[in-house]
């Protein structure tokens, strides 16, 4: 039998955050890539290649870069590093052919909570003159919640 699920009054908040550098296209030279920015990139993958067997393929190429952050670290750390890491390449990066943004995630089971993002954290989209947004995930508290009068 399944354990039953965490008792929202007592369960531990969690904050988790990262930063992904996302580069998609098609017929992206990924070594040339890895070899132009001198950082392995945490993921690759190639058109039509499956993520697992039966999966649907990949539409597009890709090189992504993850910040080595710990995921607990606030997003404007994941955003710093991952800044320190291309910086010197932005004009190498803005030239080319290809998608480029950064993905940024939030997830919690805190639905009463937020963030922030400092100033200086988001000179990456500045400097790629891309918008920045976040995917934000909240796990049980606000599911569990829904089922609750939200106005008496």
Same mark, same amino acid.
């Given at each position: 039998?399944?354990?039953?699920?965490?008792?929202?009054?007592?369960?531990?908040?969690?904050?988790?955050?990262?930063?992904?550098?996302?580069?998609?296209?098609?017929?992206?030279?990924?070594?040339?890539?890895?070899?132009?920015?001198?950082?392995?990139?945490?993921?690759?993958?190639?058109?039509? !290649?499956?993520?697992?067997?039966?999966?649907?393929?990949?539409?597009?190429?890709?090189?992504?870069?993850?910040?080595?952050?710990?995921?607990?670290?606030?997003?404007?750390?994941?955003?710093?590093?991952?800044?320190?890491?291309?910086?010197?390449?932005?004009?190498?990066?803005?030239?080319? !052919?290809?998608?480029?943004?950064?993905?940024?995630?939030?997830?919690? *089971? *805190?639905?009463?909570?937020?963030?922030?993002?400092?100033?200086?954290?988001? !000179?990456?989209?500045?400097?790629? *003159?891309?918008?920045?947004?976040?995917?934000?995930?909240?796990?049980?508290?606000?599911?569990?919640?829904?089922? !609750?009068?939200?106005?008496?």
């Amino acid at each position: 039998m399944p354990a039953p699920p965490p008792d929202p009054e007592t369960e531990p908040s969690y904050f988790a955050y990262s930063a992904t550098l996302r580069i998609h296209g098609i017929g992206l030279r990924l070594d040339e890539l890895t070899d132009r920015l001198g950082i392995k990139p945490t993921h690759q993958h190639r058109q039509g !290649e499956q993520r697992r067997p039966g999966s649907k393929p990949y539409r597009s190429d890709a090189w992504h870069l993850t910040a080595a952050v710990p995921e607990n670290t606030e997003l404007s750390e994941h955003l710093r590093e991952l800044w320190r890491q291309v910086q010197p390449h932005i004009d190498y990066l803005r030239s080319l !052919e290809a998608q480029v943004d950064v993905f940024c995630g939030y997830r919690s *089971n *805190n639905g009463a909570s937020g963030f922030s993002v400092q100033p200086d954290a988001l !000179e990456i989209f500045r400097a790629l *003159n891309i918008p920045f947004g976040v995917s934000m995930i909240v796990d049980s508290w606000l599911a569990q919640r829904l089922d !609750e009068p939200t106005i008496e």
